[in-house]
């Protein structure tokens, strides 16, 4: 921020004392500080903190507060409630330093010399009178210090200039270094030149860490000094905003009160604006809206945008950064505002001094501004314009792309002037985005022109990877490739001989002849050649050739044109790169084929590994007995008695009977498990069915199975002895299994939704719920219950399944409870079947 006064940086800081604080110190504190006038309230709490090493700028509008502030602080008025004080003190500094205020109507008495005031009222003495040599001396000193030694301390103030007198109280005010300087409007009645000198002192002394409150309603001089804007509005503080943090329209709209919309806000909305509508539209209507948009920002009535044509703008795309290249002019390619004369005369402008401000800055790369074109030579080149549609000034910007300048932009206006540095950096920056517009446009014509060989691959690779086999989609994917080629025919040759042609263009029959011919031999020569030749070539001046090693043998690819100039380079590479992913095509589908036939077999021989398992399991237990039985009655050496033989017998046959069942269960699991279960529905009575269940448990004790009654419980549509097989497995498996249980008891309920559900709890120790469902799992039926656990839960699941119905294990308090849930009325396919029509 030093830096930008008047373009130079600050002075020496050891030409002013340094204080004895460090900056960023806070020196002074206003709090709560509240002064009235009668009935007008001026000041009202104010609150502000003032630094080391920073100048604070207190801004407001006449009325505001500003002056009787600064008189509360110097302690010329006292304030009704708060204050004002000084934080930091001098160590070994009795008297103290104060506030040292420069008032904006200088308070110098003209007739006295300058020496005179800077001491007045602190005058040197020497043996009571006063020492004028010392007084001169030090004002010399001071002065050399200041930068001000070009003023002469005996000259009489009144001789001064205004600017002059400015600097002679502010040296007046810094000559005791006191900690706050206070000034009230120093250049307010200055001139240029007088102001930039006031402000390089101010900057001085800033930098040698003195803490500077600036009150000033130039808000072009704020925002080159103050490091700090506390903006005073109605006697309060409404807002402490940093200067390189906002516009001075900000700081202008808080000074009135009005809406904070500041003209770097407003440009921000609209280039905000500007992208989303480019991100939106057409790369060829960029151009237009972009010099549209530009126009609007910065209130340009007249403005045009020009880009390089010819040679020249092929190599500013592909050459190094810089100027517009030899060999190019600048064509008109959108307008705002400008009228037909001056359209036409611009309408092609070569480079340099001849094509005008334009060409000038196409030609140089820099921003060209002419404030008056009737006496600037270089818009002689343009003089055909007529003297009524003659603009008065103008500038032309540059349009700088990545690798050179892409054109320019122009802007005319009817008055004579300089447009402000402001709308210069607005110019460049709308220019980069012209630059992108244009770049975006033609790396998208020429990305439409390459990508012709992508988009072609990309169709191929979308044909070969979707979900027909490679075979089937090749015919496809040639015919795009043919035409993405620019071929007129094209071919593969299988290894069996066969041949499949794909034309992209109809011919008659003697050019098809010859195509057909052109390609067999094509065909025939790369066969020829082997596989050491395993890339695309031309096989004559009309015929490419690209062999692919299929799996089942080698194929040969031949595209044919009839104008054998439309055959290029590309079409060479794009041949082979084709010809890379049908083999890849073809190899994927034959590994899937493979991987498939493996994967099958290896499930085929997992499920006959686990039938295997389940049947050896199922049936050792009653092989095992009846083998011991039968082995025992064959001892030659014991003598059974009759009853003994005959309850080996009995045990054979029971053991026969169970073997039998595990059997049937075995084909039952397995015809569940493949889907293959046969049902012979009909209407049958639940209860009988239970009833049936009951019967068939002979373990269980007597009292030990409960029916409850099945009043008014409707008859169901199921196979009955499917439906009694379920129970018997579900009764028999809390006979054997419920360990503990004194009862199993069986319920039968209705539910509204026409189905029926059958509860057979026990009062045993139960399932644990994380094995809720495991236990209809023929694999982890075993693991969990231990061996003889058997398959009947998972039977019974497949069973109710195929009615359509449901099995699961609700938890209770104490026991099990299998419940089963059967639909009443038969399915849709069944009714059909009752009823043909």
Known sequence: MRARID?????????????????????????GLRKRFGALSVLRGVDLALYAGEILALVGENGAGKSTLVQCIAGTLSADAGGAGLCVAVPGDATGRDVAVVWQDLSLCDNLSVVANLFLGDERLAAGLLDDEAMVTEARALLARLGLARIHPLHTVRTL????????????????????????????????TETAAVERLLAQLRAAGAAILLVSHRLEQVFNLADRIAVLRNGVIVAEVSPLEVHPDDVAALISGMEVDSTARRQLRRLRSLVDQLAEVEPAASLPLIASAMAEALAVEQLCVHLLIGDGADAALD?????????????????????????????????GPRGGPPGIAAATGEVVVIEDLRRDERWRALDGVGAWSRPRSSWSAPIA??????????????????????HLELVSLYAGYAAAA??????????TRRNRVLETLRGVLDMLAGPESAQGG??????????????????????????????????????????????????????????????????????????????????????????????TNDALDLLDDAARSFRLALEREAFEQANAEAASLRRSQRMQRDFLSLLNHELRTPLTAIRGFASTLRQTDVTWDEWSQQRFLDSIASESDRMGRLVGDLLDFSAIDSGTLR???DWCDLGLVLEAAARCVTEAPPGFIVLCPCDGVPPIWGDHDRLEQVFVNLLENAVRHASGASFVEVT??????????????????????????RVFLPRERGKLDGPGAGLGLAIARGIVEAHAGTITIEPTDQGACVVVTLAVEPAADDVAALDPR
């Not at 600017?163 to 206070?182: F, K, S, Y």
């Not at 098809?512 to 020829?528: E, K, L, P």
């Open 7 to 31: 373009g130079r940086s600050p002075p020496p800081t050891e030409r002013v004392r340094r204080p004895a604080w460090a900056p960023g110190t806070e020196v002074l504190r206003v709090s």
């Open 161 to 192: 200039s205004g600017g002059e007198r400015q600097l002679v109280a502010i040296a007046r005010a810094v000559r005791r270094d006191p900690q706050v300087i206070i000034l009230d409007e120093p250049t307010a009645s200055l001139g240029v």
């Open 319 to 351: 050459g190094p950064a810089g100027p517009a290249p030899a060999g190019s002019s600048l064509r008109l390619s959108a307008a705002v505002g400008l009228p037909p004369a001056l359209l036409d005369a611009i309408a092609q402008l070569p480079l």
């Open 401 to 422: 792309g990545s690798s050179g300048v892409l054109g320019t932009i122009s802007g005319f206006a009817d008055t004579v002037g300089r447009p402000q540095a402001d």
């Open 438 to 447: 244009i770049e975006r446009e033609r790396l998208l014509a020429d990305a």
């Open 474 to 567: 090749l015919g496809v994917a040639l015919l795009a490739l043919c035409r993405g080629l620019g071929a007129d025919a094209i071919t593969v040759h299988q290894p069996d001989g066969e041949v499949s042609e794909y034309w992209a263009t109809q011919l008659n029959a003697a050019a098809s002849a010859i195509a057909t011919g052109r390609q067999r031999s094509a065909a025939d020569a790369v066969r020829v050649a082997g596989p050491r030749l395993d890339r695309a070539r031309p096989v004559g001046p009309d015929v490419l050739a690209v062999p692919i090693a299929a799996p089942n043998g080698a194929m040969v690819v031949t595209a044919w044109w009839a104008d054998p100039a439309r055959l």
């Open 679 to 681: 049902l012979q529905p």
């Open 748 to 773: 039968v309920r209705t539910c509204h939704d026409d189905r029926v559900v059958v509860e057979v709890r026990d009062d045993g120790e139960g399932i644990p719920r994380a094995h809720a469902d």
